[in-house]
């Protein structure tokens, strides 16, 4: 279906530690690749925001825990309630299919807390939380627990459970009222950082970013199996001469699943890989500069033609325009002031 003609509204959450005051809406303008913005809704360092599935509600980190919005006609967001996760600010977010459970990551104290979501929209109270354990002070980057990322599976059957400081992924299994029970572990290269799991879009293959290799390890996924992700290759994610500068941050999939893109902080570029869809495999096609420093968050239009990059320490979102068949990324409009953009989701109107 064509969305030239179809509205779309476009959230970046950010750090409110000076000109920004929260939430930045946008309009989005998907023919031509690029978003305007029309209002920012003040909350308390936003720095990770989500949607429920059906785009009705938008859930956002906060100073005192997490907050929800009710999604309005215009796209204009109402605030409905704020719930304490009893521990340290998260950094990401993610519902399970139903809406009726928040999954809140916690990277400065380790801690992964399952919120209840209401009917209404709104946040209840803690299901569960678990404290993940590991070596070293509470100064230690690596050896102490630094969870960055809780996502399910697609069938649900696990919660996907990244930990950069202990270099593993932990697999839950979480009941209908919210109850976490370790069943697997994924355990990555010493000190590789896993920071973000990302799923095909069929649901076969799982990619993990992993920030300080700089890599991107490729797993089949196998829900019944004995070992459940099975891994069948790891990727480098920049030029060997600048692993040294680079952090990988962020992994996108195009929507036909034969396209993925990680963003390189440090380097500041995007590399593009083609995915075979029988395999699941990645091969490098180009590896381009995002025009902005250390881009925290990339994010492609929804018809695949275009791809923001959220570039954190610049203060800027940068638009371009992807030329799949020779692999580039083109410049594409005027850069955006934006005070520490952190992510950003789209719905439509």
Known sequence: MSTDKEKYVAYAGTYTLGK???IHIFDMDVASGRITETKEVPINNPSYITMSPDKKF???VCDEGVTAFKILD?????FINLQSIKGMRGCHLSTNKANTLLFVSGYHDGKLTVMHINPDGSIGEIADEVYHKGMGSIADRNFRPHISQAILTPDEAFLCVCDLGIDQVKLYQV???GKLKLVDVIRTQLESAPRMLLFSPDGKFAYVVCELKNIID???YHKDAKEKFEFIQSIFTVRGAN???SAAA???ISSDGGFLFCSNAGDNSVTTYKIDKETGMLTTKSCLPVSGDYPKDICLFPDDKHLLSLNHEAGT????TINYEKALIVMNGPILKIEKPNNIIYKKL
Request: proline share 4%; with cysteine; net charge negative.
């Open 20 to 22: 920004s005051k929260g």
């Open 58 to 60: 938008l859930y956002s």
């Open 74 to 78: 215009d796209g204009d967001l109402e």
């Open 175 to 177: 009941s209908p009222s």
């Open 218 to 220: 490729v797993y089949a």
């Open 243 to 245: 692993k040294a500068i």
């Open 250 to 252: 962020c992994i996108t």
């Open 317 to 320: 979102i940068t638009t371009f």
